[in-house]
């Protein structure tokens, strides 16, 4: 399979990438380790005509801001932020999430802010259409979906690793263009859509990422499940933050995001505001369990049923909670 | 077993060095001057009619060197099989009409990919759609669209049977009124892939002259060679077809596949070198896999376990064309003959076409998926029986020098040792009722151990049905192996100058071996049916006794002694007690050109598996000997269910094996090695999923190839049944395709074990777990 042919720049910055990014308007797109961008490329899934390259920029380390947030650089090699001890300690619900992306290869190259900008994916849709599904589904500008054939709309799902994990640390970003920059809630980078899943227009990209420090006791986990354990995407993932009171056993506040069953992470609201203000327990953790189920229904996708997503989903949340309350008593 | 020096030795590999440090150059390498790159269209329709092909515009885009469709080949079929009953079905370029997505329609060669890609999207074909059919039991009925007319000879009212074998011993109606107790079983297999890390590739160049020469990645040349010529209308003898490095087969790379058709014709027509590579997408969604089979098995037995009665129907989802469909029912039959003793036998098997991409040989070739039934059944008998796994084997299992239903005769067969062996081994009978009994403990781990038998031919009659192979000294008394023999990364071409350097006691390394070109190297089964090490071993062993011989006699002529009381060691030969006055064979030579009239030592030898019986079994009705030589294994695992997950691990894999003898016991490890982290991603991983004829998962991402951290404890034992002297045939067995097979059923058996869920179909996924225990509805 060869990349189809485009012009290639190169950019030492992300307000240099900006700049660019407008002068060629929509016919531009930022690479950064190109993990994502260059299979898609292959597959006749992404055309630029001008790819401008960050391989080589200079990448900023983490650091605290003045707020206290941990800031990050989108451009950030996950093995990087994998192996920062700022971010071990200021958001280790991060560190683990980033430990089980791909595998060791994908993470040397792949970046922070490539994987928060990754397409959603679906079986018939990653993939070459030379001969296979040649006729365009909805994510592919026709008006058909193969995956769910009486559906009206892509169902393609966001199977990012990192995203949940910064919806359960209420990351934000800084979107920046030519002209503009704007701070918003992670949330607000996707748009639940598996046609176009980012809000993001063609000339703006992601500049920074903020996680605000805890200011207490707090136990988190995250729980990828995939049926090889490692160079896989998740069958579905959880990203648990329990947040404590001083005594170490009410919850204050609970996040619970789960990856891959939408075209966006989704937090289980429900299930967070059952376990705000218990004590935790094998009841409070099972109610919240329960609740969470209520409120997500898996898309089934990568051939597994809704059946089977939903009693992994039970298992994953039950396990991500369990694990998380656990280390809020190690601390 | 007189001492030996080279062979029963853990002698690295010769293509080790190569491969580690990337210097192996495969077929995926080679450059010629002038290479054009070839692609090639496929359809994207499951059926349907071709109208029209218009190629013109593709013809005038610069760059573009030559296209190819139906128009310019010269119409002839080909094949897998090739006999009078089963014609071949299949044009290397459709003609007409295509019967499944990917299909092959056109071709082009071009001077680059971008140029050779540009050109397949200017061919315009007109297709009209006609119904089709994907699953088995759907194109079997009469209603169902027709692919192919159904096989005269099938009198039952089905469609689309593409092969039918119908075979049998004994009553099975007086067996099963005997029988104390009966049950019946359906059980279904999965769409695999081989997994090869080269892609198919060939490099093809037609000389003005009329010579046509190809490297393609393959299981032996010979095979290509003859269909080529056929298809191509050109004399066998002007098709010379060579090997490189082969990144991987496992069976995949037998059969004549249209990218070597298409960049030999190619090649003629635009008068340059062209290589086609396919894409790993290509070979994902275009190319040809295992075989899915159903397998119905009724079967009776008396009380204490013995088998008394099976009757039996596999169905064969086939494919659009028969590949190799009609051999796995034949095999299929054999796989239950073979390692239980059972009086009564009455067997069907069907290959049936669909809308799906042809099927080919893969590791096994129907054994894993027969043995996963049969030994699953077994279990599930046993149960019933109140007895023990272990017990219920050895009760039918076969005891050396019994005599098949089909006239062969299992020898020195070990099974019985294989299956008590690796039951010692692990404990399996305790193990087996501890593990019942925990039955109600809160940990969702829960452990199991299962046990399955197996049984594989090595070397079979089929085209070409022997190897031969010459071994000649050189001047400085080294030697060179030629063979038609393949390495295709089993380690073919290191077992061979283990046996020959035995026989002329010239170490491993200082053997040449030349190999798999049609046109210097004699013919050979090629590395398949695995008939590798007994019948091109033996091949090469006679070849190289001639040259032991020669130099006996000269050594004994110059040494004045008989030749009886002589010794050949590391290149020299002197009389027994007497090293220090040793010739040395590169003077040998020059004595042998001063007084045998010029010979430089060459010997010629040649093997063919069952000497005297002149045809291979019929594949209709599996009458006429199949094999003279019959391996065994017993294997047991282990593993671990997570009730809560529903994911299971292969903890532990013990295989006890009757191998003859280990020709390389580094190899056969490896092979048992490789075959149980094959099984491994048959079990639990791998599935290429498929939706009307299109594939789902065309990619390494998304189709699930174990890692390394996947990999289970893997631990073997040798159960030797066999005996090498120099200079003396032997019968060694095959390890490179039996023992991918027993472990599935084994890993069923163990899951049962370990949770009391029956699995009648493979991959066990962690959703078939779920539901077996109640967690799905
Ligand atoms: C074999 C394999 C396995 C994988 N497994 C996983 C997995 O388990 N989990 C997972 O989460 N991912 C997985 N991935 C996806 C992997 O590509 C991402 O994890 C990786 O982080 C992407 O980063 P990148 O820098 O390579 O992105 P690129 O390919 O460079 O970019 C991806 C997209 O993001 C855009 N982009 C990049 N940076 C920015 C920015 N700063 N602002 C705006 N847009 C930007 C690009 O324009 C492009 O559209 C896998 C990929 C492969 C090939
Ligand atoms: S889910 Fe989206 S990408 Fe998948 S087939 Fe449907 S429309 Fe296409």
């Given at each position: 399979?060869?990349?189809?042919?485009?012009?290639?720049?190169?950019?030492?910055?992300?307000?240099?990438?900006a700049?660019?990014?407008?002068?060629?308007?929509?016919?531009?797109?930022?690479?950064?380790?190109?993990?994502?961008?260059?299979?898609?490329?292959?597959?006749?899934?992404?055309?630029?005509?001008?790819?401008?390259?960050?391989?080589?920029?200079?990448?900023?380390?983490?650091?605290?801001?003045?707020d206290?947030d941990?800031v990050l650089?989108p451009?950030?090699?996950?093995?990087?932020?994998?192996?920062?001890?700022?971010?071990?300690?200021?958001?280790?619900?991060?560190?683990?999430?980033?430990?089980?992306?791909?595998?060791?290869?994908?993470?040397?190259?792949?970046?922070l802010g490539?994987?928060l900008c990754?397409?959603?994916?679906?079986?018939?849709?990653?993939?070459?259409?030379?001969?296979?599904?040649?006729?365009?589904?909805?994510?592919?500008?026709?008006?058909?979906?193969?995956?769910?054939?009486?559906?009206?709309?892509?169902?393609?799902?966001?199977?990012?690793?990192?995203a949940?994990?910064l919806y359960?640390l209420e990351a934000k970003v800084k979107i920046m263009s030519?002209?503009k920059t704007r701070i918003i809630p992670i949330e607000g980078l996707y748009r639940g859509?598996?046609?176009?899943p980012l809000i993001l227009s063609?000339h703006e990209i992601i500049g920074e990422i903020f996680i605000p420090?805890?200011?207490?006791?707090?136990?988190?986990?995250?729980?990828?499940?995939?049926?090889?354990?490692?160079?896989?995407?998740?069958?579905?993932?959880?990203?648990?933050?329990?947040?404590?009171?001083?005594?170490?056993?009410?919850?204050?506040?609970?996040?619970?995001?789960?990856?891959?069953?939408?075209?966006a992470p989704?937090r289980?609201?429900?299930?967070?505001?059952?376990?705000?203000?218990?004590?935790?327990?094998?009841?409070?953790?099972?109610?919240?369990?329960?609740?969470?189920?209520?409120?997500?229904?898996?898309?089934?996708?990568?051939?597994?049923?809704?059946?089977?997503?939903?009693?992994?989903?039970?298992?994953?949340?039950?396990?991500?909670?369990?694990?998380?309350?656990?280390?809020?008593?190690?601390? | 077993?007189?001492?030996?020096?080279?062979?029963?030795?853990?002698?690295?590999?010769?293509?080790?060095?190569?491969?580690?440090?990337?210097?192996?150059?495969?077929?995926?390498?080679?450059?010629?001057?002038?290479?054009?790159?070839?692609?090639?269209?496929?359809?994207?329709?499951?059926?349907?009619?071709?109208?029209?092909?218009?190629?013109?515009?593709?013809?005038?885009?610069?760059?573009?060197?030559?296209?190819?469709?139906?128009?310019?080949?010269?119409?002839?079929?080909?094949?897998?099989?090739?006999?009078?009953?089963?014609?071949?079905?299949?044009?290397?370029?459709?003609?007409?009409?295509?019967?499944?997505?990917?299909?092959?329609?056109?071709?082009?060669?071009?001077?680059?990919?971008?140029?050779?890609?540009?050109?397949?999207?200017?061919?315009?074909?007109?297709?009209?759609?006609?119904?089709?059919?994907?699953?088995?039991?759907?194109?079997?009925?009469?209603?169902?669209?027709?692919?192919?007319?159904?096989?005269?000879?099938?009198?039952?009212?089905?469609?689309?049977?593409?092969?039918?074998?119908?075979?049998?011993?004994?009553?099975?109606?007086?067996?099963?009124?005997?029988?104390?107790?009966?049950?019946?079983?359906?059980?279904?297999?999965?769409?695999?892939?081989?997994?090869?890390?080269?892609?198919?590739?060939?490099?093809?160049?037609?000389?003005?002259?009329?010579?046509?020469?190809?490297?393609?990645?393959?299981?032996?040349?010979?095979?290509?060679?003859?269909?080529?010529?056929?298809?191509?209308?050109?004399?066998?003898?002007?098709?010379?077809?060579?090997?490189?490095?082969?990144?991987?087969?496992?069976?995949?790379?037998?059969?004549?596949?249209?990218?070597?058709?298409?960049?030999?014709?190619?090649?003629?027509?635009?008068?340059?070198?062209?290589?086609?590579?396919?894409?790993?997408?290509?070979?994902?969604?275009?190319?040809?896999?295992?075989?899915?089979?159903?397998?119905?098995?009724?079967?009776?037995?008396?009380?204490?376990?013995?088998?008394?009665?099976?009757?039996?129907?596999?169905?064969?989802?086939?494919?659009?064309?028969?590949?190799?469909?009609?051999?796995?029912?034949?095999?299929?039959?054999?796989?239950?003959?073979?390692?239980?003793?059972?009086?009564?036998?009455?067997?069907?098997?069907?290959?049936?076409?669909?809308?799906?991409?042809?099927?080919?040989?893969?590791?096994?070739?129907?054994?894993?998926?027969?043995?996963?039934?049969?030994?699953?059944?077994?279990?599930?008998?046993?149960?019933?029986?109140?007895?023990?796994?272990?017990?219920?084997?050895?009760?039918?299992?076969?005891?050396?020098?019994?005599?098949?239903?089909?006239?062969?005769?299992?020898?020195?067969?070990?099974?019985?040792?294989?299956?008590?062996?690796?039951?010692?081994?692990?404990?399996?009978?305790?193990?087996?009722?501890?593990?019942?009994?925990?039955?109600?403990?809160?940990?969702?781990?829960?452990?199991?151990?299962?046990?399955?038998?197996?049984?594989?031919?090595?070397?079979?009659?089929?085209?070409?049905?022997?190897?031969?192979?010459?071994?000649?000294?050189?001047?400085?008394?080294?030697?060179?192996?030629?063979?038609?023999?393949?390495?295709?990364?089993?380690?073919?071409?290191?077992?061979?100058?283990?046996?020959?350097?035995?026989?002329?006691?010239?170490?491993?390394?200082?053997?040449?071996?030349?190999?798999?070109?049609?046109?210097?190297?004699?013919?050979?089964?090629?590395?398949?049916?695995?008939?590798?090490?007994?019948?091109?071993?033996?091949?090469?062993?006679?070849?190289?006794?001639?040259?032991?011989?020669?130099?006996?006699?000269?050594?004994?002529?110059?040494?004045?002694?008989?030749?009886?009381?002589?010794?050949?060691?590391?290149?020299?030969?002197?009389?027994?007690?007497?090293?220090?006055?040793?010739?040395?064979?590169?003077?040998?030579?020059?004595?042998?050109?001063?007084?045998?009239?010029?010979?430089?030592?060459?010997?010629?030898?040649?093997?063919?598996?069952?000497?005297?019986?002149?045809?291979?079994?019929?594949?209709?009705?599996?009458?006429?000997?199949?094999?003279?030589?019959?391996?065994?294994?017993?294997?047991?695992?282990?593993?671990?269910?997570?009730?809560?997950?529903?994911?299971?691990?292969?903890?532990?894999?013990?295989?006890?094996?009757?191998?003859?003898?280990?020709?390389?016991?580094?190899?056969?490890?490896?092979?048992?090695?490789?075959?149980?982290?094959?099984?491994?991603?048959?079990?639990?991983?791998?599935?290429?999923?498929?939706?009307?004829?299109?594939?789902?998962?065309?990619?390494?991402?998304?189709?699930?190839?174990?890692?390394?951290?996947?990999?289970?404890?893997?631990?073997?034992?040798?159960?030797?049944?066999?005996?090498?002297?120099?200079?003396?045939?032997?019968?060694?067995?095959?390890?490179?395709?039996?023992?991918?097979?027993?472990?599935?059923?084994?890993?069923?058996?163990?899951?049962?074990?370990?949770?009391?869920?029956?699995?009648?179909?493979?991959?066990?996924?962690?959703?078939?777990?779920?539901?077996?225990?109640?967690?799905?509805?």
């Amino acid at each position: 399979m060869h990349l189809p042919r485009f012009t290639y720049k190169k950019s030492d910055s992300l307000e240099e990438t900006a700049q660019l990014l407008s002068r060629y308007d929509t016919g531009a797109c930022l690479m950064a380790g190109g993990t994502e961008l260059l299979p898609r490329m292959k597959y006749g899934l992404a055309m630029p005509e001008v790819l401008i390259s960050m391989k080589r920029s200079p990448v900023s380390s983490p650091k605290i801001g003045s707020d206290g947030d941990l800031v990050l650089s989108p451009l950030m090699t996950l093995r990087a932020v994998e192996g920062s001890s700022l971010v071990r300690e200021n958001a280790p619900l991060l560190s683990e999430a980033v430990g089980l992306v791909g595998s060791g290869e994908i993470r040397h190259m792949g970046t922070l802010g490539g994987n928060l900008c990754q397409e959603t994916r679906c079986l018939y849709y990653n993939q070459s259409h030379s001969f296979q599904f040649k006729k365009p589904c909805f994510k592919r500008g026709g008006d058909i979906c193969y995956s769910i054939p009486k559906g009206k709309e892509c169902w393609a799902v966001f199977m990012g690793d990192i995203a949940p994990a910064l919806y359960s640390l209420e990351a934000k970003v800084k979107i920046m263009s030519r002209d503009k920059t704007r701070i918003i809630p992670i949330e607000g980078l996707y748009r639940g859509d598996g046609k176009k899943p980012l809000i993001l227009s063609p000339h703006e990209i992601i500049g920074e990422i903020f996680i605000p420090g805890s200011n207490g006791l707090r136990g988190s986990a995250f729980s990828k499940f995939s049926f090889r354990g490692g160079l896989e995407f998740a069958v579905l993932s959880v990203a648990a933050v329990l947040d404590m009171e001083d005594d170490g056993e009410t919850c204050r506040s609970a996040r619970i995001t789960v990856g891959a069953v939408a075209a966006a992470p989704v937090r289980a609201r429900c299930a967070e505001a059952g376990i705000e203000g218990k004590n935790i327990s094998d009841r409070s953790l099972s109610e919240a369990v329960r609740q969470a189920l209520d409120e997500i229904r898996p898309v089934p996708h990568h051939g597994q049923t809704s059946g089977f997503l939903k009693e992994s989903l039970k298992v994953q949340i039950r396990h991500a909670l369990s694990v998380a309350a656990g280390r809020v008593k190690k601390d | 077993m007189s001492e030996l020096d080279y062979v029963g030795k853990r002698i690295l590999r010769k293509d080790g060095p190569d491969k580690i440090t990337g210097r192996a150059k495969y077929t995926m390498d080679m450059r010629l001057p002038g290479m054009l790159v070839g692609r090639i269209l496929r359809s994207p329709c499951p059926h349907a009619r071709i109208l029209n092909i218009d190629t013109s515009r593709a013809e005038k885009l610069p760059g573009v060197k030559a296209v190819i469709t139906a128009n310019d080949t010269l119409g002839i079929k080909h094949a897998f099989v090739e006999t009078p009953r089963y014609p071949p079905d299949q044009y290397a370029l459709a003609a007409n009409r295509v019967r499944y997505v990917g299909e092959e329609v056109a071709a082009v060669a071009a001077i680059d990919p971008y140029v050779a890609e540009e050109a397949l999207h200017l061919i315009q074909v007109d297709y009209e759609e006609m119904p089709a059919v994907f699953d088995p039991i759907e194109a079997m009925r009469q209603d169902a669209p027709e692919i192919h007319p159904t096989h005269p000879k099938v009198k039952e009212p089905f469609k689309n049977i593409g092969g039918k074998t119908y075979s049998g011993w004994g009553d099975v109606e007086t067996g099963f009124a005997q029988s104390d107790y009966m049950r019946e079983d359906r059980f279904e297999s999965h769409l695999r892939t081989h997994g090869y890390l080269e892609t198919q590739v060939a490099l093809a160049s037609f000389e003005p002259a009329g010579k046509l020469n190809i490297w393609t990645s393959s299981q032996g040349p010979f095979i290509k060679r003859e269909k080529l010529a056929r298809t191509l209308g050109l004399p066998l003898s002007a098709v010379r077809v060579q090997m490189a490095y082969v990144g991987g087969a496992f069976g995949g790379k037998v059969d004549l596949y249209a990218h070597e058709f298409c960049a030999a014709l190619l090649s003629m027509k635009a008068g340059l070198p062209v290589k086609i590579a396919a894409t790993r997408e290509e070979v994902f969604a275009a190319y040809r896999h295992g075989q899915p089979l159903i397998v119905e098995i009724k079967t009776g037995v008396k009380k204490d376990g013995t088998l008394l009665a099976q009757q039996i129907r596999v169905i064969n989802n086939c494919g659009a064309y028969r590949g190799t469909g009609v051999v796995v029912i034949f095999l299929a039959w054999g796989f239950v003959m073979l390692p239980y003793r059972l009086p009564n036998l009455k067997y069907e098997g069907y290959a049936v076409y669909t809308n799906n991409p042809p099927r080919t040989a893969q590791r096994g070739h129907g054994a894993p998926q027969l043995r996963f039934a049969l030994d699953s059944q077994l279990d599930m008998i046993a149960e019933e029986l109140g007895m023990d796994p272990v017990e219920i084997r050895l009760k039918n299992a076969r005891q050396p020098g019994e005599q098949l239903p089909n006239g062969d005769n299992v020898h020195n067969c070990g099974l019985v040792e294989c299956i008590e062996r690796a039951a010692e081994h692990t404990g399996f009978r305790e193990k087996h009722l501890q593990n019942r009994s925990v039955g109600t403990t809160l940990d969702p781990l829960r452990r199991g151990i299962g046990i399955a038998v197996s049984s594989y031919h090595s070397g079979s009659l089929i085209y070409p049905n022997s190897s031969s192979a010459v071994v000649k000294m050189n001047d400085d008394g080294t030697l060179t192996l030629m063979t038609g023999a393949m390495d295709i990364g089993q380690g073919a071409e290191t077992i061979l100058s283990q046996i020959v350097a035995e026989e002329v006691q010239v170490p491993v390394d200082k053997i040449e071996v030349i190999a798999a070109d049609t046109e210097t190297t004699p013919v050979d089964i090629g590395s398949w049916i695995s008939g590798n090490t007994y019948v091109t071993g033996n091949a090469a062993r006679e070849a190289a006794s001639v040259v032991r011989k020669k130099l006996l006699d000269l050594a004994a002529e110059e040494l004045e002694a008989s030749p009886e009381d002589l010794v050949l060691d590391n290149m020299r030969v002197y009389v027994a007690g007497s090293p220090g006055r040793a010739l040395k064979y590169r003077d040998l030579f020059t004595a042998s050109i001063r007084k045998r009239r010029g010979d430089p030592i060459i010997g010629e030898g040649h093997w063919r598996t069952m000497q005297d019986v002149p045809f291979h079994p019929s594949l209709a009705t599996t009458k006429g000997r199949w094999s003279e030589n019959y391996a065994f294994d017993a294997q047991v695992a282990e593993v671990e269910v997570n009730t809560e997950t529903g994911m299971v691990r292969l903890v532990r894999a013990v295989t006890a094996h009757d191998c003859g003898f280990p020709i390389n016991p580094l190899l056969v490890e490896g092979q048992i090695d490789g075959q149980i982290s094959m099984a491994l991603g048959h079990a639990f991983l791998e599935e290429v999923i498929m939706k009307d004829g299109r594939t789902l998962n065309p990619s390494w991402l998304d189709y699930h190839m174990p890692c390394i951290h996947n990999m289970a404890v893997s631990e073997s034992i040798d159960v030797i049944t066999e005996t090498y002297d120099v200079g003396r045939s032997y019968r060694t067995k095959e390890v490179g395709e039996g023992l991918v097979s027993a472990i599935l059923a084994a890993i069923a058996n163990a899951i049962f074990n370990a949770i009391g869920v029956r699995l009648y179909s493979t991959p066990f996924t962690p959703e078939k777990i779920l539901r077996g225990l109640g967690r799905i509805k």
